[in-house]
């Protein structure tokens, strides 16, 4: 194995280590801090002002120290690591004569990592200020990152789906060609 092949796999299982930390552990802590409501990272079809107050009103102290504390530094590296993760996978993938393409298929991963940190931003602010010193436009803004991360990484998750449909597909096809 290269030294490529063991720092690119080294950075996948760095991705699913903190992601798998978040997903098992943290969050679910944060949302039973909050009486079972869905933490502001799990709502990718976003969130109204009323949603917000009552999702704070609910995180106990405990909790709200906890997510604007663990959770951030855990979510701090998240976005990062997923966006070279998918980037880095997607020109594995991509074909070397796709040329260009291959590097803006691979930029794709950047937009959810910047929603992402926007989120992040936003969701501090609101544990800062409490559900009675939220205002509506922080929560509409809080809740369109979360949204736009939602959906911009799902279109790169997408195109890595598709790229390693097509490369399972020409491994497949591969032995069955006829010379």
Same mark, same amino acid.
């Given at each position: 194995?290269?030294?490529?092949?063991?720092?690119?796999?080294?950075?996948?299982? %760095?991705?699913? /280590?903190?992601? !798998?930390?978040?997903?098992?552990?943290?969050?679910?802590?944060?949302?039973?801090? $909050? /009486? /079972?409501?869905?933490?502001?990272?799990?709502?990718p079809g976003g969130y109204t002002h009323e949603e917000?107050?009552?999702?704070?009103?609910?995180?106990?102290?405990?909790?709200?120290?906890?997510?604007?504390?663990? +959770?951030?530094?855990?979510?701090? %590296?998240?976005?990062?690591?997923?966006?070279?993760?998918?980037?880095?996978?997607?020109?594995?993938?991509?074909?070397?004569?796709?040329?260009?393409?291959?590097? !803006?298929?691979? $930029?794709?991963?950047?937009?959810?990592?910047?929603?992402?940190?926007?989120?992040?931003?936003?969701?501090?602010?609101?544990?800062?200020?409490?559900?009675?010193?939220?205002?509506?436009?922080?929560?509409?803004?809080?809740?369109?990152?979360? +949204?736009? @991360?939602?959906?911009?990484?799902?279109?790169?998750?997408?195109?890595?789906?598709?790229?390693? $449909?097509?490369?399972?597909?020409?491994?497949?096809? $591969?032995?069955? @060609? @006829?010379?």
């Open positions: 194995m290269t030294a490529n092949n063991r720092i690119f796999w080294l950075v996948v299982a %760095a991705t699913l /280590g903190d992601y !798998l930390v978040m997903v098992l552990w943290s969050i679910p802590r944060i949302s039973a801090e $909050a /009486g /079972g409501l869905p933490v502001f990272d799990l709502r917000a107050r009552a999702f704070l009103a609910a995180l106990s102290a405990e909790g709200t120290h906890f997510y604007a504390n663990v +959770q951030h530094r855990l979510d701090a %590296a998240y976005p990062a690591l997923l966006a070279v993760t998918l980037a880095w996978s997607i020109l594995r993938l991509a074909p070397a004569r796709w040329g260009v393409w291959r590097h !803006l298929l691979a $930029a794709t991963a950047i937009p959810g990592m910047v929603f992402d940190y926007l989120e992040n931003r936003d969701v501090a602010r609101m544990l800062a200020l409490g559900p009675d010193g939220i205002a509506p436009d922080l929560v509409r803004t809080a809740s369109f990152h979360s +949204q736009a @991360k939602a959906a911009t990484s799902s279109v790169a998750m997408t195109i890595l789906l598709v790229l390693l $449909a097509l490369w399972a597909f020409r491994r497949w096809r $591969a032995p069955h @060609k @006829k010379v």
